[in-house]
């Protein structure tokens, strides 16, 4: 099912304040995706809006649409699971993008057959075969879902992950030694569980760590830089209007070390704990110290209380202000905004902070990507959007 811009005088909307092309998708195809046997959308750089009952098929487009950029998907499903279930087992999806770059052929899927385990998902970027994070260089997204409105009082884990996504998307070089690091963590746990675990696998793996490896201790310098820098931009942008700034810190043994020491001496710092940790690691069948335990913590700036703490209300405001804060620091960096991918939020916001939330999106630049059941609710923003109607795999205007 196709569906096409309305007649609007999109001149304006094509670049950025900056003068760079503005960040957008300008067609979205997709085959065997989720519950779409095929779907056609052409659009223009203005903010998108989808509308539909639940299950209709809304939040499926804000995930294809994600898997334009690097990672897995702001859902972060295996790969097969995103192929229709009456389909051949793979899923394909096309799309033309404004970028800073000019406009850039995109494609993407899984081939029927394909083990997850191996080749993962291909990439296409103008007609040459690619590496997932190559797509970082074209295109960059934050975005905000339902499942993440635990944040503050979930898992240290899912916090990390926040994290993750913040700095790979202000450094997407950064992935290269993050997934260096996980490696390692992943064969030391695993010669744990297989009891194998020796002085001389030990001296193996600290080899390894000579180079740092993010979140590693130099790395983990770079990684509290933009951190910094994020809380920076959360204060002067947020200031006292209805997303509250936040106060971020990370909280770890090693974060610790390097708030009071260069960080090469805590690297030696963290090897030996790991030769010391050895017998207790090898008892627990994984590693216990190290950056992968670390803790995103987080502030409501004007209460100065835990967000934790917080009222689920002030909660999402506060989640809603790091997300466009991050935005804003990508805009800033590179001159470009991200796309900004946005699934039923407006229905958890009172009317001001929808009209705020709608006004921030103009004020960036952005092409958001929005979700809703009630369309009144994107009344304020109808003007100024592409409003469309989702329908269990098909799409009108």
């Given at each position: 099912?196709?569906a096409?811009p309305?007649?609007?005088?999109?001149?304006?909307a094509?670049t950025?304040?900056?003068?760079?092309?503005?960040?957008?998708?300008?067609?979205l195809?997709?085959?065997?995706?989720?519950?779409?046997?095929?779907?056609?959308?052409?659009?223009?750089?203005?903010?998108?809006?989808?509308?539909?009952?639940?299950?209709?098929g809304?939040t499926?487009l804000?995930?294809?649409?994600?898997l334009?950029?690097?990672?897995h998907?702001?859902r972060?499903?295996p790969?097969?699971?995103l192929?229709?279930?009456?389909?051949a087992?793979?899923?394909a999806?096309?799309?033309?993008?404004?970028?800073?770059?000019g406009?850039?052929e995109?494609g993407?899927?899984?081939?029927?057959?394909t083990?997850?385990?191996?080749?993962?998902?291909?990439?296409?970027?103008?007609?040459?075969d690619?590496?997932?994070?190559?797509?970082?260089?074209?295109?960059?997204h934050?975005f905000?879902?339902?499942?993440?409105?635990?944040?503050?009082?979930?898992?240290?884990?899912?916090?990390?992950?926040?994290?993750?996504?913040l700095?790979?998307?202000?450094d997407?070089k950064m992935?290269?030694?993050?997934?260096?690091?996980?490696?390692?963590?992943?064969q030391?746990?695993?010669?744990?569980q297989?009891r194998?675990?020796?002085?001389?696998?030990?001296?193996?793996?600290?080899?390894?760590?000579?180079k740092?490896?993010?979140p590693?201790?130099?790395?983990?310098?770079t990684?509290?830089e933009?951190?910094t820098?994020l809380i920076?931009?959360?204060?002067?942008a947020?200031?006292q209007?209805?997303?509250?700034?936040?106060?971020?810190?990370?909280?770890?043994?090693?974060?610790?070390?390097?708030?009071t020491?260069?960080?090469?001496?805590v690297?030696?710092?963290f090897?030996i704990?790991?030769e010391?940790?050895?017998?207790?690691?090898?008892?627990?069948?994984?590693?216990?110290?190290?950056t992968?335990?670390?803790?995103?913590?987080?502030?409501?700036?004007?209460?100065?209380?835990?967000?934790?703490?917080?009222?689920?209300?002030?909660?999402?405001?506060?989640?809603?202000g790091l997300?466009?804060?991050?935005?804003?620091?990508?805009?800033?960096?590179?001159?470009?905004?991200?796309?900004?991918?946005?699934?039923e939020?407006?229905?958890h916001?009172d009317?001001?902070r929808?009209e705020?939330l709608?006004g921030?999106?103009?004020?960036?630049?952005?092409?958001?990507?929005?979700?809703?059941t009630?369309?009144?609710?994107?009344?304020?923003?109808a003007?100024?959007?592409?409003i469309?109607?989702?329908?269990?795999?098909?799409?009108?205007?």
């Amino acid at each position: 099912m196709s569906a096409k811009p309305r007649e609007h005088d999109i001149d304006d909307a094509q670049t950025s304040p900056t003068g760079l092309e503005r960040l957008a998708v300008r067609t979205l195809k997709l085959t065997d995706f989720r519950n779409y046997a095929q779907a056609r959308l052409d659009l223009d750089a203005r903010p998108v809006v989808l509308v539909g009952d639940n299950g209709s098929g809304k939040t499926n487009l804000l995930e294809a649409v994600s898997l334009l950029g690097p990672g897995h998907g702001l859902r972060g499903r295996p790969y097969a699971e995103l192929a229709r279930k009456d389909g051949a087992g793979g899923f394909a999806i096309a799309a033309t993008v404004s970028t800073r770059h000019g406009e850039v052929e995109i494609g993407t899927g899984f081939l029927p057959g394909t083990r997850e385990e191996g080749a993962g998902r291909t990439v296409r970027i103008a007609g040459k075969d690619r590496s997932t994070g190559a797509l970082g260089d074209y295109v960059k997204h934050v975005f905000l879902i339902p499942a993440m409105d635990g944040l503050f009082t979930g898992a240290a884990s899912e916090r990390r992950r926040f994290l993750d996504r913040l700095v790979l998307a202000i450094d997407p070089k950064m992935r290269t030694p993050l997934s260096r690091y996980d490696r390692a963590m992943r064969q030391r746990n695993r010669l744990f569980q297989l009891r194998e675990y020796s002085r001389a696998c030990s001296r193996g793996l600290r080899s390894r760590w000579r180079k740092p490896a993010w979140p590693s201790p130099r790395p983990g310098s770079t990684r509290s830089e933009r951190l910094t820098a994020l809380i920076e931009e959360t204060q002067e942008a947020r200031g006292q209007g209805p997303f509250p700034h936040a106060v971020l810190a990370l909280h770890g043994t090693l974060e610790t070390e390097l708030s009071t020491r260069p960080a090469t001496e805590v690297e030696d710092v963290f090897r030996i704990l790991l030769e010391e940790g050895r017998e207790r690691d090898r008892a627990a069948s994984r590693t216990l110290e190290g950056t992968h335990l670390s803790d995103l913590l987080v502030v409501h700036g004007p209460k100065n209380a835990p967000a934790a703490q917080c009222s689920s209300g002030e909660q999402k405001a506060l989640l809603l202000g790091l997300v466009l804060a991050k935005a804003e620091l990508i805009k800033t960096l590179e001159g470009t905004a991200p796309l900004v991918l946005l699934d039923e939020v407006a229905a958890h916001l009172d009317a001001a902070r929808r009209e705020a939330l709608f006004g921030e999106i103009l004020r960036l630049g952005v092409q958001a990507w929005m979700t809703g059941t009630d369309r009144e609710l994107f009344s304020p923003i109808a003007q100024d959007a592409q409003i469309l109607a989702v329908n269990r795999g098909s799409i009108d205007t």
